[in-house]
């Protein structure tokens, strides 16, 4: 038995909660408990745990008796010494009422082929478990579930080295983090080509993040302990004070939450310049600003539109922005992620050595336009971003012979009122409409046809009183 065929047996077992009105959030919550029990004694690690609570002492009891150890357990552990432990199980609690379906859960994990999952990697099996809650609709986990192969573009293309310092400002399950971790060990053989000091920091330091939601920092912590990662992984608000320990990363990968802040409030923190609301805002400038400024710091974030072109606010972090080399936008296809109508991009920029004047010209790929539509059935695959990754590579961008790749001046883009919301291609679905009117080319000339608008219709307004007070006045 494979891991893909673990995670689906595990995943079937959320049938047998559902007359407990489980959610597939809280089932993999609850997996997750469960599973690091099993996962300790499977890698031999099972002295983190104390004596008594083990997942021998709890596979050994049975009805009312395991639900009740069960309940204890959770606490137990929640109230650990051990950081690890205590971060896992804080404030654990079971959702599972029925004794004979937690018993149920408990002897089918334990009948699994763990020799199996242990050959493949328990990391990867918990990550399929993960991926798999996030292609669910109904769970809603897909707001911070980052597709893998995304994830594993934007790694590859920015290319983290032994001894950098990589971050996730808004780690999710720690996606960007294992997938640069896992990077790095195919290249170093599993970090044994390193020298041992240099290894021991790979493991315990050079990958970092924070997460705002207590259930999804839980589930991070597990993915980031199945793959022997130990780096400071906090939970809490990245935009409040508590997040400004993370500064001077030579990497950092994120796919930031949209939205704005509850309330319509600022953030807390006072370190970033531009005031406002907008969450995806606020995280650019906490992205550029937590880049060393040595020349080759980078960073690869996935933002919405709305970030490319908001004006104000908005305008005024395009242009500090240019703290850093802006050289690459990749213009995403729409459903890639939950919510079908997000349209997103990633933002590929190297923190400069001065602060000022980095950025001289933005390519662009547009792998949105003319594009098939993705969803839950039809899914990105690595194939679809082979060209755009050629482009990216290539020692001279300018011979790449792509339409969908262009190229604009920082000249170009100041002309356009510093919006970034460049190098989509012409759209085949509306080249039979001929008689489309000229697009209009600047807001100057938006404005003066809106007035025009608004003249001809005072005009009009005009007129009819006249005729009313013509029609009053014959009364």
Not at 300 to 309: C, I, Q, S
Not at 452 to 468: F, H, S, T, Y
Request: aromatic share 8%.
């Amino acid at each position: 038995m494979n891991n893909q065929e673990i995670v689906q047996k595990l995943w079937n077992l959320c049938n047998v909660l559902r007359d407990d009105g489980i959610t597939y959030q809280q089932y993999v919550t609850e997996l997750t408990y469960i599973l690091f029990l099993k996962m300790m004694k499977e890698q031999q690690t099972e002295n983190v745990i104390p004596e008594g609570y083990r997942w021998d002492d709890l596979l050994e009891k049975e009805g009312v008796e395991l639900k009740t150890f069960y309940q204890h357990l959770l606490i137990k552990l929640g109230n650990s010494e051990n950081a690890q432990l205590r971060q896992i199980y804080t404030d654990a609690a079971t959702s599972i009422t029925e004794p004979k379906n937690l018993e149920k859960i408990l002897k089918t994990i334990d009948g699994l082929d763990w020799y199996n999952a242990k050959e493949e990697g328990l990391g990867n099996l918990y990550e399929g478990l993960l991926e798999k809650n996030a292609s669910e609709t109904k769970s809603g986990a897909g707001q911070y579930f980052t597709p893998r192969v995304l994830i594993d573009v934007m790694v590859q293309l920015i290319d983290p080295k032994p001894g950098e310092k990589c971050n996730d400002p808004a780690a999710g399950t720690f996606g960007f983090m294992i997938a640069a971790d896992q990077y790095l060990k195919n290249k170093t053989d599993n970090y044994y080509d390193l020298d041992p000091q240099l290894g021991v920091f790979q493991k315990k330091e050079a990958f970092t993040g924070m997460e705002l939601v207590t259930g999804t920092h839980r589930l991070a912590l597990m993915n980031a302990l199945l793959h022997d990662i130990e780096g400071r992984l906090e939970q809490g608000d990245s935009l409040s004070s508590n997040g400004k320990w993370m500064k001077n990363f030579d990497v950092i990968l994120t796919n930031p939450p949209f939205g704005t802040k509850k309330g319509g409030e600022s953030v807390s923190r006072d370190d970033l310049t531009f005031e406002t609301s907008n969450k995806q805002l606020n995280f650019l400038q906490l992205i550029y600003n937590a880049l060393k400024d040595d020349g080759h710091a980078r960073a690869a974030v996935v933002l919405p539109d709305n970030v490319l072109f908001e004006s104000g606010v908005g305008a005024q972090i395009r242009r500090d922005l240019n703290k850093c080399n802006l050289h690459t936008i990749l213009r995403l296809p729409t459903g890639i992620f939950y919510a079908q109508g997000v349209k997103t991009n990633v933002l590929f920029f190297t923190r400069g050595k001065t602060d000022q004047d980095n950025t001289k010209d933005v390519w662009v790929y547009d792998l949105r336009t003319n594009m098939t539509s993705f969803g839950k059935r039809n899914q990105l695959t690595m194939a679809h971003f082979e060209n755009f990754m050629k482009a990216y590579v290539a020692e001279d961008r300018s011979k790449v012979e792509d339409e969908r790749w262009n190229v604009f001046t920082r000249e170009d883009i100041a002309k356009k009122g510093d919006s970034l919301d460049i190098g989509l291609i012409a759209d085949e679905s509306l080249s039979s409409y001929n008689n489309l009117p000229d697009p209009i080319e600047s807001a100057e000339e938006a404005i003066a046809k809106l007035q025009q608008a608004m003249g001809l219709l005072n005009e009009v307004v005009e007129e009819l009183r006249a005729v009313e007070k013509d029609e009053v006045v014959k009364k």
